[in-house]
DNA sequence: GTAAGTGCAAAATGTTTGCATTTCT
DNA sequence: AGAAATGCAAACATTTTGCACTTAC
């Protein structure tokens, strides 16, 4: 088990982030999870965060103003590149990524990149056409 | 005065912005603030940081984890594209906004872009030599 | 003068921690 | 058996709110 024992809670925590098909809240995380183990603590849901973030395999993310959500990454070593939708919080990958092509010449600065994250906000195709 | 009447509160928190080097925190703009208005009250910086973020004079930044920063803008509509050095904070524009050469492909796709922003973290010169 | 803004204290929110108990391995 | 994880309650940190007082206009 990545991160730790095979516990009951976290095993849920994994299976309701990687079965999301956008990123959720704490909140969001705790109210599903609820349903099937009424005793949890939240306390659990953020130390397994913790230990799913630690372990590369989930990743945080600020949406709209403040709220945090969680994602399971796909692969680990994904790195923040999104679409996402204002209405729905769907997230879309960008297929391409447009820094490759001027990390150069920022390097060339001597500035020496340790990470980037892209992410366009909007409205997408299916929400615009409910609108 | 943009954002209502004009304080004396609100006037240092602008100027306090508006030189900095580096986006600052809540805490940061108070710790300067006392020094001169030594009775402020932390609610009236957040009450005044809304009002700013509102007016679009400011923005919102998240930077390492979850420290929030402020920064004040130099021109309403900017947008974000920033270099920021993880040792000192400091932030560069980024010259060009890469976005704009994928932006019809996505919309293409039926995607509505409001608004993006692209960060990118790492080591800065300055920093890099005094290492 | 009056409405907006302030300071203060209290409340609300979100997150973390200590500890006794439970659960994996 | 032993270590790690959990649930619970309390502690903490951050942000928001209510209200009487002050200040800008």
């Not at 630690?54 to 679409?83: G, M, Q, W």
């Not at 001597?110 to 195709?125: L, P, R, S, W, Y």
Request: proline share 4%; net charge positive.
């Amino acid at each position: 088990m990545p991160g730790g024992r095979n516990t009951k809670q976290k095993q849920h925590i994994i299976s309701i982030l990687k079965n999301a098909d956008r990123p959720l809240s704490i909140n969001e995380i705790y109210n599903k999870i609820i349903k099937h183990l009424p005793r949890i603590a939240k306390s659990t849901i953020y130390r397994n965060i913790d230990l799913l973030l630690e372990n590369n395999l989930i990743e945080k993310f600020h949406l709209n103003d403040s709220e945090i959500f969680y994602r399971f990454k796909e692969h680990r070593n994904d790195h923040a590149h999104y679409i996402i939708c204002n209405e729905c919080k769907s997230v879309y990958n960008l297929p391409t990524c447009p820094i490759r092509e001027i990390e150069a010449s920022i390097e060339a600065e001597g500035f020496t990149i340790k990470e980037h994250q892209i992410q366009i906000n909007g409205i997408c195709k299916h929400c615009s056409t409910n609108m």
